[in-house]
């Protein structure tokens, strides 16, 4: 399982950045998909989350109206678009896959993209 985080920066408060997550060694079509952030000294978050079949997606209460998680599985990449962006949601941000075999999870990491939203 690979998964490449890409489109971090640094971001006024009020812009949108759009993060891209490049996924391979996995059934990506039929996997679910999440994005965590974590703020230094903080836990890592669940943000967003998108499955398959059927289509759902889920946010953490922070980022709903917000925030957009969106899949293209032509292309094996999960996306998460950001919108009117806060100090707050300053983090290093983390895309997700899991598997679970008998009932064990097992989590996949990318490298993570630092966002910084600051004027």
């Known amino acids: 399982v690979q998964l490449v985080e890409s489109g971090g920066g640094l971001v006024q408060p009020g812009g949108s950045l759009r993060l891209s997550c490049a996924a391979s060694g996995f059934a990506f079509r039929s996997s679910g998909m999440s994005w965590y952030r974590q703020a230094p000294g903080n836990e890592r978050e669940l943000v967003a989350t998108?499955?398959?079949?059927?289509?759902?997606?889920t946010y953490t209460d922070s980022v709903k109206g917000r925030f957009t998680i969106s899949r293209d599985n032509a292309k094996n990449t999960v996306y998460l678009q950001m919108n009117s962006l806060k100090p707050e949601d300053t983090a290093v941000y983390y895309c997700?896959?899991?598997?679970?075999?008998?009932?064990?999870?097992?989590?996949?990491w990318g490298q993570g993209a630092q966002v910084t939203v600051s004027s």
């Open positions: 998108i499955i398959s079949n059927p289509a759902i997606t």
């Open positions: 997700n896959t899991w598997k679970t075999i008998m009932g064990t999870r097992t989590d996949y």
